[in-house]
């Protein structure tokens, strides 16, 4: 079957794979700024510091996909570029995000936003991170604080990207940023998980 006209062709990344400026204009910590540190962790030391330097070259990083005839560009918020602190917004966070969604439209290209690619905030981890309830309050906020801001322009949201990664992956088998082993914690990360997102949508 041939694809619709109004197909949406489009690529996809997430803000720690491609942004990097990992400690730059009042950004926070992510578990993944941190962990990625830890000797170890990551087989040949490699972290997200700079990454794809996205952060700084989104201008021309637009201009590639405009280029290659893109019509979307979905990419992930940090949520600890936006909220580095609890209670604390990051205005240079929000402009950078403002500045991106303005070039994309600019170049007739359609931004679709995912509220979380697995890059928790360490204020939040330190919290209980996924296996605590208070997750779905603060992200609630946080995601208020992005939709009030970006939603005159932005139409298309996506909540979360995999959960089962984030989740499992991250608090059973220990192989993603929190890095924790814990096989009994899957019932309370699930329903704190599926509230959150509930309370999000």
């Known amino acids: 079957m041939p694809f619709q006209k109004d197909f949406a062709w489009g690529v996809a990344t997430a803000s720690y794979q491609v942004e990097g400026a990992w400690n730059e204009d009042g950004k926070g910590l992510s578990v993944w700024d941190v962990y990625t540190h830890e000797a170890g962790?990551?087989?040949?030391?490699t972290t997200g510091d700079v990454a794809c330097d996205h952060y700084h070259r989104f201008r021309e990083d637009v201009a590639?996909?405009?280029?290659l005839g893109l019509?979307?560009?979905?990419?992930?918020l940090s949520w600890s570029r936006i909220i580095p602190e609890e209670g604390k917004i990051n205005e240079k966070g929000i402009a950078f995000y403002n500045a991106l969604i303005d070039e994309l439209l600019a170049a007739g290209i359609e931004p679709l936003i995912t509220l979380y690619h697995w890059d928790l905030p360490v204020w939040m981890d330190k919290k209980g991170g996924w296996k605590t309830l208070e997750i779905r309050e603060r992200?609630?906020?946080?995601a208020t604080v992005v939709v009030d801001a970006f939603s005159d322009r932005v139409k298309y949201w996506i909540t979360f990207n995999e959960p089962q990664?984030?989740?499992m992956?991250?608090?059973?088998?220990?192989?993603?940023?929190p890095f924790q082993r814990d096989y009994l914690c899957l019932p309370k990360i699930t329903r704190n998980f599926m509230l959150t997102n509930a309370a999000v949508v």
Do not use: P, T, W
């Open 169 to 177: 992956n991250g608090y059973m088998q220990g192989v993603h940023a």
């Open 71 to 76: 019509k979307s560009y979905r990419f992930s």
């Open 165 to 167: 990664c984030f989740l």
């Open 139 to 142: 992200f609630l906020e946080y």
């Open 41 to 45: 962790r990551i087989k040949d030391g």
């Open 64 to 67: 590639i996909m405009k280029e």
